[in-house]
């Protein structure tokens, strides 16, 4: 996944600290399961479908205080390993090899070539694991692959073979416990990351004549250009995706992350929408609230001990 799910900017400390625990126990579980380097494919986007299972699933969860690479004199809370968070690594990793592969094809360079080689031994071990999770995204990417050949016209018909590949992944991790409303929550989660990637790359694939959903139905001369002439579809598009996916979450019944998935699902999909709608360039990697927060903590600290030591 990308990167396009993320806590918006009100959300509270305590919530922060409860996303970094899952995304760093993912993170941390995910080194022990399938090797150091395959740590880096964790990401902000795989984080929410962490939490958002574990609540579904009434998954119990523990915390851990440890260090860890980048953060080696500090400890900090993170999610205990449990069976669920080692399938969602895995299907992570699933995941992030399919992307690197179909970068590869689309001829996005030597990085995809480099990621897919360090994640080959991590792969490996993924499939075995969960089999079922690899048939369903290597269906799901072929369909994409000859929808994109054929240079396919219409935003819902192109996301749908995204947004259906995260909910078979969904039904598979959910299983008897599934429902309606949580399989078409992640559906329209999907379908989102899917749309906002497409729209956050739309100058790099103009420039290498890459197949991109938006250029292939309204043709492209600048990003600007392209916001301004059709804003109020774009919004549409988002706005409809995002009120489908709040429609399905309302529908839900939730015992342990209530309020940080809906800040989420409420407010950080709307924020990133809006960020994406006026950029006039590719959106920066985010960074969660809460990195900021330790940074200036950190750096209040050192002028005190500072000004302390005059």
Do not use: W
Not at 106 to 135: F, H, I, N, T, W
Not at 244 to 266: H, K, M, P, W
Request: charged fraction near 25%; charge should be positive.
């Amino acid at each position: 996944m990308y990167g396009y799910v993320v806590p918006p900017s009100s959300v509270t400390p305590q919530e922060l600290t409860l996303f970094n625990a899952f995304y760093c126990g993912l993170c941390i579980r995910t080194g022990k399961l399938m090797g150091q380097r395959a740590r880096l494919t964790t990401n902000f986007d795989m984080t929410f479908l962490n939490v958002l299972l574990h609540d579904l699933l009434s998954q119990g969860v523990e915390f851990r205080a440890t260090t860890c690479l980048l953060s080696p004199f500090r400890k900090k809370a993170v999610v205990d390993e449990n069976p669920l968070l080692d399938k969602i690594a895995a299907v992570n990793i699933i995941l992030s090899y399919y992307k690197a592969t179909d970068g590869i094809i689309d001829g996005e360079g030597l990085k995809y070539r480099v990621a897919r080689s360090s994640l080959a031994s991590a792969y490996k071990k993924s499939k075995e694991m969960l089999p079922r999770a690899d048939e369903i995204v290597s269906a799901g990417y072929e369909r994409l692959r000859k929808l994109e050949d054929a240079n396919a016209v219409g935003i819902d018909r192109v996301s749908d073979a995204f947004a259906g590949m995260m909910q078979g992944l969904a039904q598979l991790l959910l299983g008897e416990n599934a429902s309606e409303n949580s399989l078409r929550l992640i559906y329209n989660i999907g379908k989102f990351v899917y749309l906002a990637d497409a729209l956050d790359d739309i100058d790099e694939d103009a420039r290498a004549k890459r197949y991109n959903p938006f250029l292939a139905q309204f043709g492209y001369k600048s990003r600007i250009s392209f916001l301004k002439e059709n804003k109020e579809y774009l919004e549409q598009c988002f706005n409809m995706t995002v009120n489908r996916a709040i429609e399905c979450f309302n529908g839900l019944e939730f015992t342990q992350s209530y309020d940080l998935l809906r800040g989420i699902v409420y407010y950080g999909l709307r924020q990133k929408t809006q960020q994406l709608l006026s950029s006039s360039k590719k959106l920066k990697k985010p960074i969660i609230k809460a990195d900021v927060m330790q940074a200036k903590r950190k750096k209040h600290k050192e002028k005190y001990a500072i000004e302390e030591n005059k």
